[in-house]
């Protein structure tokens, strides 16, 4: 009889367990993911390695490694960390770079927070991260909300000066003919746009010396410097910015 009982009380809580693990599992896939998804940390995974360069504005922190299944869908995994602003400006937008032995775990991404990344602000970022894979996070490159500029000066880096160099010309040139046409109102009116009148040539992003992120974020610099210019000093600095390229 007793050891019927401990027996039914076992199994009761190994049930309760699992119930409780199920829905805990439950509620971080529907905060995460959609309400289809179970999700877990996976503590099982290989910390990243963080690559943390001296005078970058933001800092990769608290990677963490979960895994999920989504129904009528096989597991796969995520590695989420922190991105915090450590500079006293704003931060417009970046570049992150993830890298692995494997070939499939290589790969990077730019990202361009709304409102733009405040002094001492944070935000949560993710990749996929379905392989065993070790991998390395680093921030390649910082664009402020003032037009300045970060670049990692690594070899592996998907940003270079060089490209952001090519982009930033290809813009101004095209705004240049802009502001003779219509003024600086008419520029002002195609910064939105500006990506699809200014074309990367083909073949820049496979060049070394660019990086394949390098040339968009060179044109991206322009729009950010020329609507700084704007709202500090209107038309007349907007004009004068761009003609300083001549």
């Known amino acids: 009889m007793k050891s019927s009982t ?10 309760i367990g699992i119930v409780a693990i199920t829905a805990c599992s439950k509620h971080l896939g529907h905060r995460v993911w959609s309400p289809s998804v179970f999700a877990w940390r996976n503590p099982l995974r290989q910390s ?7 005078g970058s504005p933001l800092l990769i922190s608290n990677p963490r490694y979960y895994s999920f299944v989504a129904l009528g869908s096989s597991i ?4 989420r960390f922190d991105i915090i602003n450590r500079s006293n400006k704003v931060v417009h937008s970046y570049s992150c770079r993830y890298s692995s032995p494997v070939p499939v775990g290589n790969g990077g991404y730019g990202s361009q927070p709304q409102g733009g990344l405040l002094p001492g602000q944070l935000r949560e970022d993710s990749i996929s991260a379905h392989e065993y894979a070790p991998l390395t996070l680093t921030i390649d490159f910082v664009l402020l909300a003032d037009g ?3 670049f990692l000066d690594s070899p592996q880096s998907k940003v270079k000066p060089a490209g952001v160099k090519a982009g930033a010309n290809a813009a101004v040139s095209r705004l240049l003919q802009i ?17 699809a009148e200014v074309r ?4 820049a992003a496979q060049e070394p010396e660019y990086g394949i992120f390098g040339f968009y974020n060179g044109v991206t610099n322009i729009v950010v410097r020329v609507e700084h210019e704007y709202r500090e000093g209107g038309d007349a600095s907007v004009n004068a910015f761009l003609r300083s390229f001549k």
Do not use: Q, Y
């Not at 502001?179 to 990506?195: A, E, F, K, N």
């Open 6 to 15: 401990r027996l039914l009380v076992t199994l009761g809580t190994f049930l």
């Open 48 to 54: 990243p390695k963080i690559e943390v360069a001296s």
């Open 76 to 79: 796969g995994g995520v590695l």
């Open 148 to 150: 300045d500029t970060w």
């Open 179 to 195: 502001l003779d046409s219509g003024g600086v109102s008419m520029v002002m009116d195609t910064l939105p746009r500006i990506h």
């Open 200 to 203: 990367e040539p083909d073949g």
